[in-house]
């Protein structure tokens, strides 16, 4: 079945700066890469994803790229603020296979002002 | 608009009793539904999935059980807790047939075990 892979597991960055997160996927078909934040003892919440026929995607600060034929993703966060400190899954769908999304482990971003 | 409801938010149980946790979808029909756990400062682990009433798919053998009554309502149970079953669990549904919509996270229930 489809795995995937998500690191660093943590990251701690300077106000301002920028932050990335990585993620790999082994399932060819998959066709599409959400990103969730998620705030200390909140739920998750989709904040951006990206679909096997785009390249990149951009909402203000935060873009994700895909790279089909590497088979990996990734979450690039810019002017880091201290409310970006949270926890970030990546996460992919394979059309045709069950319906349900595969996660990542998990990154969290630790934001210092 | 689409809302997902989860109660209750926090519980604190004995080892050994029983657990039901409900999640309810408003506004959609048909929707697939999937119960998670997050255990402290850990990823999400995928328990169950339904994709129609009475259809459950099971992700980890366990001693938790779900249930899907009716198209909008699934149900997470056990009949006897144990002090591993503690952690955060999260209620989502998804589009049927449409999953690369991506999912609905439920506020979550925090459940400890004692």
């Known amino acids: 079945g489809e795995n995937v892979e998500q690191h660093p597991s943590t990251l701690s960055v300077q106000e301002g700066d920028s932050a990335v997160i990585k993620c790999t996927y082994s399932d060819s078909a998959s066709n599409y890469f959400p990103w969730y934040k998620q705030e200390l003892g909140k739920r998750p919440q989709l904040i951006i994803d990206i679909r096997s026929n785009v390249g990149e995607k951009k909402d203000q600060r935060i873009a994700v790229t895909l790279n089909k034929t590497a088979k990996h993703f990734s979450l690039h966060i810019t002017e880091t603020q201290p409310e970006d400190s949270a926890v970030y899954f990546c996460a992919s769908y394979s059309q045709g296979g069950s319906e349900k999304l595969v996660f990542g482990k998990g990154m969290k971003l630790t934001v210092n002002p | 608009s689409q809302t997902i409801h989860q109660w209750p938010a926090t519980l604190v149980q004995p080892v050994g009793s029983p657990l039901s946790l409900e999640c309810t979808v408003e506004?959609?029909?048909?929707?697939?539904l999937y119960w998670y756990r997050q255990a402290a400062g850990r990823g999400l682990q995928l328990l169950f999935y339904s994709v129609g009433i009475g259809q459950i798919s099971s992700e980890v053998p366990q001693n938790l059980s779900a249930s899907r009554p009716q198209d909008r309502q699934f149900i997470l149970s056990s009949k006897k807790l144990l002090l591993s079953d503690s952690g955060f669990y999260l209620c989502?549904?998804?589009?049927?047939?449409?999953?690369?919509?991506?999912?609905?996270f439920g506020s979550g229930t925090r459940l400890t075990v004692v």
């Open positions: 506004g959609t029909s048909n929707p697939n």
């Open positions: 989502a549904w998804s589009v049927r047939g449409r999953g690369n919509y991506g999912y609905t």
